[in-house]
Structures are given as structure tokens and as C-alpha cells.
């Protein structure tokens, strides 16, 4: 609010226009009006006569899109900045939202998060529509009915609605390499193409695979030990290929992640992400963090997969930071200023070598020559050490993936395709998805009680077994959590005997554990 003087220097009008100090009466440059009071006139805004209009955009606080109101003002001058309050509506405006970069040459460039946007306008009864440069828009638009426009050029934007109270005559013409409506992409096919590598193409190791199956049908996590070169990476790479495809909320729920680290690209669309971290990553890489809060390697593996190669190697604070969001599917990252919670349901496939030289247990046959253990056992304790028991004790299945033989690799026929082990993990997924809906790994308490009974012969086994080797109680339950899903794979209705001998197979001690 500005003051005159006195109210005899304003028109003795209620309503009157300002006379500057420095013109004549009828000098109006900026159209400003005043209202006349006791001793001063208040200042008010004519929005058709001054260049003055708000924009709607949208700011990024973690996975969150809070809305933003921008008031610009032209004026004649040198350039500033300065921030007003009470300005006039700009009704021209008022029913679309604005993001982006703009260059010195008025083109518009991408910004990161825009799926994110995209998703704060979907969950508004009534949604503004959105304009963004290209490469966000494509984005953007994958959102279901949404309002999106690209403009490539802010003169785009300039056309389209300095226009918009012109005559039909008038119009800015139709420019679709300027201004463009943008359409929402198709859903997901379950007898699409696939862009997963094939498993057929890992020869032997069919308890590994059986193991993959297992994790795929269940949403269990894996780690596996081995050689170098037994085959561990080759399979954790193809394991999402047996995963089901992502319904559209799972897929805008992780490309939203991704746009909001500015990784998203649209090749990625409804394919489930591998991340594979280098070991030396830190806790901040893994989990997220920095100012102001960005995902980390878990929450972009979101409805993914996390493949965490050389698991001994990785920092030990990197590693106890995955404890929680293995349990809860979501991180909160704090700050004293704010916090930001990111969604982190992955499952965890983890590799590590049976011993710091790697070859413990490395398959030879007779007469040949070749790398020989020499690691000692404390060497070897200190080595897988370094991975706590409580980290794995949260893996679900412990599995060993031996060396094979150069006659087995040259010779050996291909195995199962990912198709016919994909057939089956769904069928699986289904089965558990109608009894209790949820996969088998999301089982616990009552619910694991109801939905994994056993017979009488299988109680008495798995209690002998829990018992010799000492089990926790998150053990037990992980070993009937698998023991669910084999009986899924086998269509039984309740846990045999034999299933729960296959599940504890796979919850054999690590060395040093």
C-alpha cells in the first residue's frame, strides 16, 4: 500500500487515478488507481489496463508437488525483480499451470520431476492443465487424463493466450511443432514384447534358476554365493524379466521417482528397473539424502529390482541403512529444515564370493590346474563378517552357485526360457493374490498364521529343524513364507512336509555366520 500526502493531491473523485509526482494529472503510464480514504488513497490494480498477471506452477518437496503462485509484472525500466501481493486474477491463466526453463533465446527447456506434477494435478478433483517444454511433457502426459501441452518457444505460450480474447480471425494458427496437445500412453500388454534378457541364455545352474523362481513367485529377496564366473550376474540381471508386468499406478509410482532424479526416460516406461550400484556407493547413494532430499538407488529400484554385486564390499553403514526400508517399502530422509519420505519397495537380489580370494569350493576335474583357495578361516569369518546377521537375516533365500565345468558350458542344451518360468511365477502371484491379497513375502502375523497352515508332519519338521540350527523368530517365519510359495508353485492348497524341506534348504548359515 502506498500514501500520498494528503487526500487533497488525489481528484476529489471516490475513485480517482494517481497523479506521479513528477507529471501532469493526466499522466497515467502504469494505470495504477487509488481509492480515496480520510487522509491518504489506497493503491489498487486495473489488471486490463496494467501488464501484471499471475501464473500457476508447481514446486517439488520430495515425491510431493505443492502448488505455487507466480505474480509477474512488465513494466518499462531496468530489469528487476520484486515480489507483489493482492494483484488482480489473471483469468486468462487461471486454469493452467506453467513449468519449465527458459533460455536467453526464449526456447523452453525440460526440468526434472514432471511426472511428479503430473501426479499432484491427477489427484485434484478439479485439475489445472499443464504446460511444459518438451521432454517434460512426454512425461507428464503419462498420467491418466491429463491436460498437458508442450510449447516449445515461449512465444508459444505468448500466442496462445495473448490472443485468446481475440476474434476466431484473429487466432493464433494451429502449430504443432510449437504448441501441441500431448495423448497418454497406452497401458501395459502382457503378451508385449519384452526388453528382459532371457534366462535360456544361463546353461546349468538349475537350483539357481529354481531359486529365481521361487523369489519371482513370492517377491522374496535372494542372496547367492559363488566363484567368479559361476553365473550370479547373468542371473540377477534377467530375474526381472519373471516378475509381472506393472499395472499403470506401479509404473507411474516409479517413473515418478525417477523424473524427480531428472533419470527418467520414456524407453523406461512399464519396464520394471535393475540397479546395480558400485560397491564403493555410500549410505547417501543407497538410501537418499543431500539438500534439498533426492532418492537414492532403493527408491529408484522402486517396484524393481536392487542388485548389489561384491555385497561384502559395500560400505558397512551403507549396508545396516537397508534394514528398515526392506521391512517397510518407504525411506524418510530428515532434515532440520524438512524431510521427504520416498517409497523403497524392491526386491534385494545380492551376490558375494564364498571367501576374499573367491575360489573356496571352485569345481576342477581331474588332472586340471588352475586357481586354488589359500584363505584361512579367520580370513575367510573376517570376510563375510563384514555383511551383519541382521541384514541377513532379513534375506529370505541363502543359496550357493557353484562353478560348472567347460564341458557343461560348451555342450549343455539351453534351459527354460524366461516365458515358460514367467508363465508359472504369475500363475503363483495369482493364487496368493486371490487367498490373501498380497504377495507370500508380505505375510505376518495373523495373516501368516491363516494362510500358511501346515500339516501335521511339516509343524513337527520345521520345529526340528528351528530348533537345531537355532533360528530366530523372522526366520521361522521366512522359512513358512517360502514354503507358501512352493506349495503355490505346486498348487497345493496347504504346506507338506516337502515343501518346507525344499524352503529350508534355502536358509543355509553363510561361513562366519
Not at 203 to 226: C, Y
Not at 310 to 325: D, N, Y
Not at 373 to 396: A, E, F, N
Not at 453 to 473: K, R
Request: a positive charge.
Amino acid at each position: 500500500m502506498l500514501h500520498c500526502i494528503s487526500a487533497s493531491q488525489c481528484h476529489p473523485s471516490e475513485t480517482s487515478i494517481w497523479r506521479p509526482w513528477c507529471s501532469n494529472v493526466n499522466c497515467t503510464p502504469l494505470g495504477l488507481v487509488y481509492k480515496k480514504s480520510d487522509r491518504y488513497c489506497t493503491y489498487l490494480v486495473r489488471g486490463d489496463t496494467m501488464r501484471l498477471s499471475l501464473v500457476q506452477s508447481r514446486a517439488l518437496l520430495g515425491l510431493q508437488a505443492p502448488s505455487v503462485t507466480v505474480e509477474v509484472h512488465l513494466a518499462n525500466g531496468l530489469p528487476c525483480f520484486t515480489l507483489v501481493g493482492l494483484a488482480d486474477d489473471g483469468a486468462r491463466l487461471k486454469d493452467y499451470e506453467f513449468a519449465g526453463e527458459l533460455s536467453l533465446s526464449g526456447a523452453l527447456r525440460p526440468v526434472r520431476g514432471a511426472l511428479v506434477m503430473g501426479l499432484a494435478l491427477y489427484q485434484q478433483v478439479k485439475a489445472h492443465a499443464l504446460v511444459l517444454p518438451p521432454g517434460s511433457a512426454e512425461e507428464a502426459a503419462l498420467v491418466p487424463d491429463a491436460r498437458v501441452y508442450r510449447a516449445r518457444h515461449l512465444r508459444d505460450v505468448a500466442d496462445q493466450f495473448c490472443l485468446a480474447g481475440a476474434s476466431a480471425s484473429q487466432a493464433a494458427p494451429n502449430n504443432p511443432d510449437g504448441w501441441a496437445r500431448m495423448s497418454h500412453t497406452p497401458g501395459p500388454h502382457w503378451d508385449g514384447p519384452t526388453s528382459y534378457p532371457d534366462l535360456a541364455d544361463v546353461k546349468g545352474q538349475a537350483g539357481a534358476k529354481r531359486a529365481l523362481e521361487i523369489a519371482a513367485a513370492g517377491g522374496h529377496s535372494l542372496l547367492m554365493v559363488g566363484p567368479p564366473g559361476s553365473g550370479k550376474s547373468m542371473l540377477a540381471l534377467r530375474f526381472a524379466g519373471l516378475l509381472p508386468p506393472l499395472s499403470v499406478q506401479e509404473a507411474l509410482e516409479a517413473a515418478s521417482v525417477a523424473s524427480l532424479a531428472g533419470r527418467f526416460q520414456l524407453s523406461q516406461w512399464l519396464v520394471r528397473a535393475t540397479r546395480q550400484p558400485h560397491h564403493s556407493a555410500s549410505a547417501v547413494a543407497l538410501v537418499g539424502g543431500g539438500s534439498p532430499p533426492r532418492p537414492g538407488e532403493i527408491s529408484l529400484a522402486h517396484h524393481g529390482v536392487l542388485f548389489l554385486d561384491e555385497l561384502p564390499e559395500f560400505p558397512r553403514a551403507a549396508l545396516e541403512a537397508l534394514r528398515e526400508p526392506m521391512e517397510s517399502g518407504c525411506v524418510t530422509i530428515s532434515r532440520s529444515a524438512q524431510s521427504a519420505e520416498f517409497p523403497a519397495r524392491f526386491q534385494l537380489i545380492a551376490a558375494m564370493n564364498p571367501c576374499p580370494c573367491g575360489y573356496a569350493g571352485h569345481a576342477k576335474s581331474p588332472g586340471q590346474s588352475g586357481p586354488v583357495c589359500r584363505c584361512t578361516p579367520d580370513q575367510v569369518h573376517r570376510y563375510s563378517s563384514k555383511v551383519s546377521g541382521p541384514l541377513l537375516d532379513r534375506i529370505d533365500l541363502h543359496i550357493e552357485v557353484p562353478s560348472q565345468s567347460a564341458a557343461l558350458l560348451i555342450n549343455a542344451p539351453a534351459g527354460e526360457s524366461t516365458a515358460v518360468l514367467k508363465k508359472r511365477c504369475h500363475h503363483a502371484r495369482l493364487l496368493a493374490t486371490q487367498r490373501q491379497g498380497c504377495s507370500n513375502h508380505a505375510l505376518s502375523g495373523a495373516a501368516l498364521d491363516n494362510h500358511a497352515a501346515l500339516e501335521q508332519d511339516a509343524l513337527a519338521y520345521i520345529t526340528q529343524v528351528a530348533s537345531h540350527f537355532g533360528w530366530s523368530g523372522r526366520s521361522s517365519h521366512r522359512v513358512l513364507k517360502i514354503a507358501r510359495t512352493i506349495a503355490d508353485l505346486a498348487q497345493s492348497a496347504n504346506i507338506e512336509k516337502a515343501h518346507i524341506a525344499e524352503a529350508v534348504q534355502y536358509r543355509r548359515p553363510v561361513a562366519g555366520h
